[in-house]
């Protein structure tokens, strides 16, 4: 069993997936840690504000974007992020592997900054939706027949009336080693009895975005696959049935999600217009922008590709979760997901 090691490297690992390969056993993901903060509170008039268009935050990104080259160029910054302080107004978030990272600045061209530990990845294990569903459900495990492997379904969508699951790339794609058309079983094959023993098919690949590994910008890590057994709109359990209409992130917007092993979780997003390079093991770095992050253990290893959605009866879609550290969790945000693919949430 392969567990990830510290690395020299200011890399933080944050790939969520539960993988074996080779005979061994690839297991990474969030931390051990009870959760921490989960940023500053904020009102409900600020939740409707802290967001992308408000002049403020546009203010503060701007800042933002000329200086987060420099800032994640000193060792231990791992990303950049807007988020909110005490009182709600805009400051410019600074991520980091650990506490006590020197020389970093308090205030930026007038912008106040605020430094989040979002600290190391590493294994951990927990309850959640391993066993086998049928109809098949949202929010439970999932994997690529030719790995074992676990990750989560995030919801059923449509194209054209044919219905999909919507994961991560990572999860369904084998981090860009697929071809289309390839087995997708649930429950994933590290969930089966024996360990890595193949589990039923429920689905083919049917499309997934290719992740940037060579330096440039990765805005999602997302696939989808037609289903082959019968589906349905709702998470397990019928926990919720998530809206067909979705919310942009903003700072302070109260989440939850339903994931394969840590069930259903609540968050509150404590940053957007995130930076952040992701680790996806053997030395490869995916740089990803524009990203949603909540300072929560909001989800877990094997909990990539749950869908991120406002903590209301509405469920409206805002995230696609796919990676993590021992205090933080991030997710892309859905609608340029939804948008690659032409597809829609199924709701009912």
Same mark, same amino acid.
């Given at each position: 069993?392969?567990?990830?090691?510290?690395?020299?490297?200011?890399?933080?690992?944050?790939?969520?997936a539960?993988?074996?390969?080779?005979?061994?056993?690839?297991?990474?993901?969030?931390?051990?840690?009870?959760?921490?903060?989960?940023?500053?509170?904020?009102?409900?008039?600020?939740?409707?504000?802290?967001?992308?268009?408000?002049?403020?935050?546009?203010?503060?990104?701007s800042?933002?974007?000329?200086?987060?080259?420099?800032?994640?160029?000193?060792?231990?910054?791992?990303?950049?992020?807007?988020?909110?302080?005490?009182?709600?107004?805009?400051?410019?978030?600074?991520?980091?592997?650990?506490?006590?990272?020197?020389?970093?600045?308090?205030?930026?061209?007038?912008?106040?900054?605020?430094?989040?530990?979002?600290?190391?990845?590493?294994?951990?294990?927990?309850g959640?939706?391993?066993?086998?569903?049928?109809?098949?459900?949202?929010?439970?495990?999932?994997?690529?027949?030719?790995?074992?492997?676990?990750?989560?379904?995030?919801?059923?969508?449509?194209?054209?009336?044919?219905?999909?699951?919507?994961?991560?790339n990572?999860?369904f794609?084998?981090?860009? *080693?697929? $071809?289309? !058309?390839?087995?997708?079983?649930?429950? &994933? @094959?590290?969930? =089966?009895?024996?360990?890595?023993?193949?589990? #039923?098919?429920?689905?083919?690949?049917?499309?997934?975005?290719?992740?940037?590994?060579?330096?440039?910008?990765?805005?999602f890590?997302?696939?989808?696959?037609?289903?082959?057994?019968?589906?349905v709109?709702?998470?397990?359990?019928?926990?919720?049935?998530?809206?067909?209409?979705?919310? *942009?992130? $903003?700072? !302070?917007?109260?989440?939850?999600?339903? &994931? @394969?092993?840590? =069930?259903?979780?609540?968050?509150?997003?404590? #940053?957007?217009?995130?930076?952040?390079?992701?680790?996806?093991?053997?030395g490869?770095?995916?740089?990803?922008v524009?990203?949603?992050?909540?300072?929560?253990?909001?989800?877990?290893?094997?909990?990539?590709?749950?869908?991120?959605?406002?903590?209301?009866?509405?469920?409206?879609?805002?995230?696609?979760?796919?990676?993590?550290?021992?205090?933080?969790?991030?997710?892309?945000?859905?609608?340029?997901?939804?948008?690659?693919?032409?597809?829609?949430?199924?709701?009912?």
């Open positions: 069993m392969r567990y990830p090691q510290v690395r020299s490297s200011w890399f933080v690992v944050v790939v969520l539960i993988v074996i390969a080779s005979s061994m056993l690839y297991w990474t993901g969030c931390g051990e840690k009870q959760e921490t903060s989960s940023g500053p509170t904020v009102t409900s008039q600020q939740v409707t504000t802290l967001a992308k268009g408000n002049p403020q935050v546009e203010a503060v990104m800042v933002q974007e000329r200086h987060t080259g420099e800032l994640m160029s000193k060792p231990g910054v791992v990303g950049t992020g807007v988020g909110a302080d005490v009182s709600g107004r805009p400051v410019l978030l600074i991520l980091t592997k650990q506490e006590g990272v020197g020389g970093l600045p308090t205030m930026i061209e007038g912008i106040p900054t605020r430094v989040d530990v979002v600290g190391e990845v590493h294994a951990m294990a927990g959640g939706f391993k066993g086998t569903y049928r109809p098949v459900p949202a929010g439970v495990s999932v994997g690529n027949d030719n790995e074992c492997a676990a990750g989560t379904i995030g919801c059923t969508v449509l194209k054209g009336g044919v219905h999909y699951a919507l994961s991560n990572h999860v794609a084998r981090e860009n *080693a697929a $071809s289309i !058309g390839e087995r997708i079983d649930q429950p &994933g @094959r590290y969930d =089966g009895h024996p360990i890595c023993s193949q589990t #039923g098919q429920v689905a083919t690949l049917s499309a997934f975005n290719t992740i940037n590994f060579s330096g440039g910008n990765n805005t890590d997302a696939a989808i696959a037609q289903y082959t057994t019968s589906d709109c709702s998470m397990a359990n019928n926990l919720y049935t998530p809206s067909s209409t979705t919310v *942009a992130p $903003s700072v !302070g917007l109260a989440v939850k999600k339903v &994931g @394969r092993t840590s =069930g259903l979780t609540h968050g509150t997003i404590a #940053g957007i217009n995130v930076s952040i390079d992701v680790d996806y093991g053997g490869r770095i995916a740089h990803f524009n990203q949603i992050y909540v300072a929560s253990t909001f989800i877990r290893s094997g909990d990539s590709g749950s869908l991120m959605v406002t903590d209301n009866a509405n469920a409206n879609p805002v995230g696609l979760d796919f990676a993590g550290g021992s205090s933080s969790s991030f997710a892309n945000p859905i609608g340029p997901v939804l948008s690659f693919f032409n597809v829609t949430v199924c709701s009912q």
